[in-house]
Structure formats: C-alpha cells, structure tokens
C-alpha cells in the first residue's frame, strides 16, 4: 500500500499531513510513503529530511494521485472548496481519501467522492474515546489555536498581562474570561495563566467546572439548567433562543469586567451561537480585545468580522481563522500523528482491514459507495439511518 501526501492547495495553509519523523512508523506498517516536491516546505520540512526517513518525493501532483493507493491531506475535498476541482477529477475508484472535510457542510462533494467509488475519511468524526485520543486531529489543532489566541490577545491588548511590583508603582494584572472550555478553551486559561493573568472561564457543561479550576482559573457560574447541556460524545448541544438570551444577560457583567475575552464556544455542524452582544462589547474598558476563536462557524461576538479585525468603541475584535496553520512547524507534527495513528488502525498486515465493529472506522466514514454512512452526519442533514447491511463497510 502506498499512501501520498499531497502539497496543500488552501489559501494560507502552510501545514503538510505527515512530517518526516512518521515516515519510519508507516513503513513499519506495511505502507511506501510519496511525498510531493515542496509539501512540506512552508512548515518546515524539507524534501531531503522526508527522502532520508525512506519517503519517495514525486515532482508532480498527478504523479502523486496516480501512485497514491490513500490520499492523506490536511484540507481534504470539502475543506477546500476554491480550489478542490482538479483534486475531485485526479482522485479514482478504490482510493481512500483521508483528512479535515467539513463533513457537515460539504455534502455535494462527499456524494460526488462517493459516487466515484473513493472512500472517504473525516477526522472531524473522530469519536471522543479513549483508544482515539491519539487520533483526535480536532483536540490537536484546538490545542495549537487556544495557545495562539492567548497570545494574539496579549499582542493587542494595550495593558500587559501579569501583575508587576517595581519602583515606579504597582501593575495590576489583565482579568482574562474565556467563553467555552473545550480543548481550545482550556489551552487558552493555560497560556494566559502562563502570561501572568488573572483568569476565569465560563462552560455550558457543568463538567468543565473542575478542568477549568485544575488550570487556576475561576469557574463562573450562572443560575441556568444545564442538565441537558452535553452529547453523548462530548460536545455542547445547541440550546433554544430563550437560553441564550438568558445566558448574555449573565455574561454582560463579566464580560465588562474583563480585559480580554477568548470565545470558543461551538457546536458541530451549527452555527455559533451568539454569546457576547453589541452592547456587551460597548459596556468593556478601552483598548479591551476579544478574540473569537468561533469566527469560522459565524462568531460567538455578534461584532466578528471572520477573518478580520474590527474596532468597536476603542474595543479591538478578531475573527482568525485557521489559526492552526500560523504555527505549522508543531501543528504538523500533532496532525501527522494523529493521521499515521488513524492509518495504521485501519490496517492489518499492509492491508486495510475495515472492521464493522471499529467504532473509530464507523464513526469516521464519511461516505462509500454513493452514501452517506456516518451516522451523526446523516442525524444533522436530516436523513434516515443507512440499513446494517448498508451501513456497515466491507472487510
């Protein structure tokens, strides 16, 4: 089995799916590694330390597709929807095509993969257990993007964030409130913790109480039922309009206070909800910054312009998107390992050996044979669930 890394083709994406120091790992498995000319080169691998770890580095992209028996990218078809046509027309039947898809917004394409007989992985459905954590391409990336935010807000930030004594006076800490305590979250109390601020944090699920306050962060805590807050695998549920009303008229004083606010909160395969109003952000000190982190699906800052940097009352608000990509060097390294972890439980011997009872098999596959199999995808468009028979991928 040989399985080819392709150069990324999205706007400003500079990470690479596999870096050289897993090549040994997938040989081992019974996989030849091609790597395109450059694929690495904006990360900070170069095609010399991939060829000396045993990769075959291909000049072209159709050389790569033609040789390639699985297909790992980073932004897979569905992903990258400005410029994935000549990757739909290069990718054949047989082949498995492995990566971020944005599985719940790019249905047309998964069909047509599908349709052609490709057999398509997406690591955004990677279930929440323990024999998946080294496969979990989302808590990843989360990880790299709550660090980056801390440090964005303390760019901008027009105060500095830890307290200082010194002759000339006293410098009283930044009070940071992170909205959303997921994995990007938690690593956002962590790095601002680091800076030296003073640090809060807010979640629907009440569980995120003790990670948030094993970080040295305040909880804060607001008079709703949230019994119902949390999905089976983990996630944050949407809530109605009447509970997120309530929540802002909760927030509105913490977010006041604050010097900064890191939001986060999403729920997969819906829209943002809106966390931190107009008048929220009027209410805080200038020179305060928000950087909202949930940009990408809408923003939880009803202010957020994604992918940019807006001033509202002397207030500085960001909407970055795919802030994994400005750090690629360690981001590549933490998805390549995610992504040879995934491959290698989908093989027995050299060979892919689909186990139906592989919750990590099922649960990640998006498509096969013109159908949709993924059962929380299918939930989401509002399909009914696939047959066992149907459901089910070969052995």
């Given amino acids: 089995m040989v399985i080819g890394v392709p150069k990324e083709t999205f706007p400003e994406e500079r990470r690479v799916a596999l870096v050289p120091a897993v090549v040994p790992l997938l040989a081992k498995a019974g996989l030849s590694v091609l790597v395109q000319k450059g694929a690495g080169a904006l990360a900070g691998f170069s095609d010399a ?84 954590q080294a496969m979990d391409a989302l808590s990843s990336m989360s990880t790299i993007a709550g660090y980056k935010a801390a440090v964005l807000a303390a760019d901008r930030l027009t105060r500095m964030f830890p307290m200082l004594m010194t002759a000339a006076g006293t410098l009283s800490p930044a009070r940071v409130f992170v909205i959303g305590a997921g994995v990007a979250g938690l690593q956002a109390i962590a790095s601002a913790r680091r800076l030296g601020a003073v640090v809060q944090a807010y979640d629907v699920r009440p569980v995120a109480r003790e990670q948030v306050e094993s970080l040295g962060a305040r909880f804060v805590e607001l008079p709703l039922e949230t019994a119902a807050s949390e999905d ?120 892919p050996q689909l186990d139906a009872d592989d919750e990590i098999v099922r649960e990640t596959m998006l498509a096969r044979a013109g159908e949709f199999t993924s059962p929380r995808v299918r939930e989401l468009l509002g399909l009914p669930p696939l047959p066992a028979t149907a459901a089910a991928p070969p052995a």
């Fill in 232 to 351: 089976k695998g983990g996630y944050a549920k949407a809530q109605d309009e009447a509970f997120y009303r309530r929540q802002r008229e909760l927030l509105a004083r913490v977010v006041a206070d604050s010097d900064v606010v890191v939001c986060t909160a999403a729920v997969p395969g819906r829209k943002a909800p809106v966390l931190v109003t107009q008048e929220m952000v009027e209410a805080m000190r200038p020179g305060s910054v928000i950087v909202d982190l949930a940009a990408e699906q809408g923003g939880n800052c009803e202010a957020t312009a994604p992918g940019e940097t807006v001033v509202r009352q002397a207030v500085r608000i960001m909407g970055p998107l795919n802030l994994a990509a400005t750090l690629p060097y360690h981001a590549s390294q933490l998805y390549a390992k995610n992504v040879a972890s995934f491959v290698v439980n989908l093989l027995k011997q050299g060979e």
């Fill in 49 to 132: 330390e991939f060829a000396e770890k045993g990769a075959r580095i291909v000049p072209t992209r159709a050389e790569l597709f033609g040789g390639s028996d699985i297909i790992v990218q980073v932004r897979a078809c569905g992903a990258n929807l400005a410029s994935e046509r000549d990757d739909l027309g290069a990718l054949r039947a047989g082949q498995a095509l492995i990566g971020l898809c944005h599985p719940f917004s790019a249905a047309e394409t998964a069909r047509r993969l599908a349709a052609g007989g490709v057999m398509l992985f997406s690591l955004e459905l990677m279930p929440r257990i323990t024999r998946a």
